[in-house]
Structures are given as structure tokens and as C-alpha cells.
């Protein structure tokens, strides 16, 4: 297991490393030595929030916190990452039979891993606009990500309204 730390407006403590890499380190029964993790912590305006990131066998577990004491977010963080886990290894084998004779470390019971099913679909042809009439038409309908096919690159784009207000772009290879 390799372990990145990474500090933005956040000084990471030794004792923070000790015991967020025992904690991790019981989760890696779930992937072995595989596991690459990412943990980035950062303050602001008071409000301390953990991103810790699993990358296993081009596989992505992301759990995102925010609280007052790093070491609570570290207790919420883990069981959000354990049920994320829990639920794709339920899906690879198929049998729930397997997942339930797990022990778990940081949840009680067994998460449910039926997904919802797809109530609505809708089919739309793209037309080639820019970045800026993508951004005037989130704001238009109100939306909070918009599909485009971008006028400069050709590519198929999503637009999106991140949680601080900024806008994010997805541009899609194919």
C-alpha cells in the first residue's frame, strides 16, 4: 500500500499519518498491496475537510469530508469508503453470499447494492456551440451540468456547476 499525503492550508501531523495509516491499512484486505491512496486535507474558514482517494486495479474509491477536528473526518471518511467497496466487490463476484462472510471495520451491516433503475431517458442531437454559450445556457435553464458538443476542439464536452460556485469541464476522448 503507498500512501501520498497532501496538505493545502493544512499542516499534517505525524501522529495524523500514524493513525490514518492504521486505519488504512485495514481496508487493504480488500485489495492487498495494490492500493494506492491519496489523502489531502485542507482548512478553510475554519472548516477542516479530508479527500481520501483509493486507486486499485483502475479502480476509483473517493470518500470527501468536512468538519471541525481531522481526526472526526477520518471516522466519517472510512465507512463512506468501506460501503463504496463493499458494494463493487458485490457486484464483481455476484454472490452476496461471499461479501456477507466479511468482516467489516468501519460500518455495521452490509450496504445495499441494488442501484436504482433508470426511470427516464432522453435523446438529443449536438450541435457544435463554445464554452461561454454552454456556461449562458446552465444559467438559462438552471441546470446544473450541461452536454455539448464544443465548437474549438470537436470534442463532446460536459459543463458542470461545482459546489463552490465555479464551473468544471469534462471533455470526453473517444
Keep these: 500500500m503507498k500512501i501520498k499525503f497532501v ?39 475554519k472548516v477542516e475537510k479530508l479527500e481520501v482517494t483509493i486507486l486499485s486495479k483502475g479502480l476509483i474509491y473517493r470518500s470527501e469530508v468536512s468538519g471541525e477536528n481531522m481526526y472526526n473526518n477520518i471516522d466519517l471518511a472510512l465507512p463512506k469508503l468501506e460501503r463504496q467497496i463493499i458494494r463493487h466487490h458485490g457486484k464483481i463476484r455476484d454472490s452476496k453470499k461471499k461479501a ?20 427516464k431517458k432522453k435523446v438529443f442531437d449536438l450541435e457544435p456551440i463554445m464554452v461561454e454559450d454552454a456556461k449562458d445556457a446552465i444559467e438559462r435553464l438552471g441546470h446544473t451540468f450541461f452536454i455539448f458538443l464544443n465548437a474549438e476542439t470537436g470534442k463532446i464536452n460536459v459543463l458542470y456547476r461545482r459546489n463552490d460556485g465555479k464551473f468544471g469541464l469534462i471533455e470526453v476522448n473517444y
Excluded: H, W
Excluded at 462472510?101 to 426511470?119: G, H, Q, R, V
Design 7 to 45: 496538505e493545502k492550508n493544512y499542516k499534517i501531523a505525524d501522529r495524523f499519518k500514524k493513525v490514518i495509516t492504521e486505519k488504512l491499512e485495514k481496508l487493504s484486505k480488500y485489495f492487498g498491496d495494490e492500493m494506492q491512496v491519496t489523502v489531502a486535507c485542507r482548512s478553510q474558514n
Design 100 to 119: 456477507e462472510k466479511l468482516t467489516f471495520e468501519f460500518i455495521e451491516e452490509m450496504p445495499e447494492t441494488k442501484l436504482p433503475d433508470i426511470y
